[in-house]
């Protein structure tokens, strides 16, 4: 028998990563990915289930989709930093935009990703305290020009709150034409 005293280690308490995206699909293959890798995770399917869950969890890093059934993801923002102002949110959208990303940013994201995206990348956005050399420099070729339109239409849509109609209006556009180009996936650039 071993004559010193045994000393008792608490077990190491893990993040707890609380995963909120309305794709059931993505939603289990990352909860499963981050378990994983060793964290804790909860999950939400919609934004009522995640603003309920929010405050129990007190989660140290969210991963938050921009686009949660039609409802905007960040509105969750403030919440999830109400809850535990440490926490570290990626925002993920099949539909980036410039505008988006820093409303996000505004709110208090610490990164924002366009799908798809794999675990690493969310791992390392978690991680990211500033932008990469490579992503600060200026584009080497200016956007294009649908890509500029995309660009507006998104800036002009954030202005309305999301509102299409009043949006065509200010943008003199036909309300359906609005609602087609949205329904477009963006132009790389």
């Given at each position: 028998m071993?004559?010193?005293p045994?000393?008792?280690q608490?077990p190491?308490k893990?993040?707890l990563v609380?995963?909120i995206?309305d794709?059931?699909?993505?939603?289990?293959?990352?909860s499963?990915?981050?378990?994983g890798?060793g964290?804790?995770?909860?999950s939400?399917?919609?934004?009522?289930?995640?603003?309920?869950l929010?405050?129990?969890?007190?989660?140290?890093?969210?991963?938050?989709?921009?686009?949660?059934?039609g409802?905007s993801g960040?509105?969750?923002?403030?919440?999830?930093?109400?809850?535990?102002?440490?926490?570290?949110?990626?925002v993920?959208?099949?539909?980036?935009?410039?505008?988006?990303a820093?409303?996000?940013?505004k709110?208090g994201?610490?990164?924002?990703?366009?799908?798809?995206t794999d675990?690493?990348?969310?791992?390392?956005?978690?991680?990211?305290?500033a932008?990469?050399?490579?992503?600060?420099?200026p584009p080497?070729?200016?956007l294009?020009?649908?890509?500029?339109?995309?660009e507006?239409?998104q800036?002009v849509?954030k202005?309305?709150d999301?509102?299409?109609s009043?949006?065509?209006?200010?943008?003199?556009?036909?309300?359906?034409?609005l609602q087609?180009?949205?329904?477009?996936?963006p132009v790389?650039s």
């Open positions: 071993n004559d010193m045994q000393q008792l608490e190491q893990q993040e609380f995963v995206d794709d059931p699909a993505f939603n289990r293959v990352l499963r990915a981050l378990k890798r964290f804790d995770v909860a939400a399917l919609s934004a009522a289930e995640a603003a309920a929010i405050p129990a969890t007190q989660a140290a890093r969210a991963v938050l989709d921009l686009n949660i059934a409802t960040l509105t969750l923002i403030a919440p999830l930093l109400a809850a535990n102002p440490a926490c570290r949110i990626v993920l959208t099949g539909y980036a935009s410039i505008t988006t820093v409303e996000a940013i709110l994201a610490t990164h924002y990703l366009a799908k798809p675990v690493d990348a969310i791992l390392a956005a978690f991680e990211a305290t932008p990469q050399a490579e992503q600060a420099a080497s070729q200016p294009s020009v649908d890509r500029l339109e995309w507006h239409i800036r849509l202005e309305h999301g509102n299409i009043s949006t065509a209006r200010a943008l003199k556009m036909h309300r359906r034409t087609r180009k949205l329904m477009k996936r790389k």
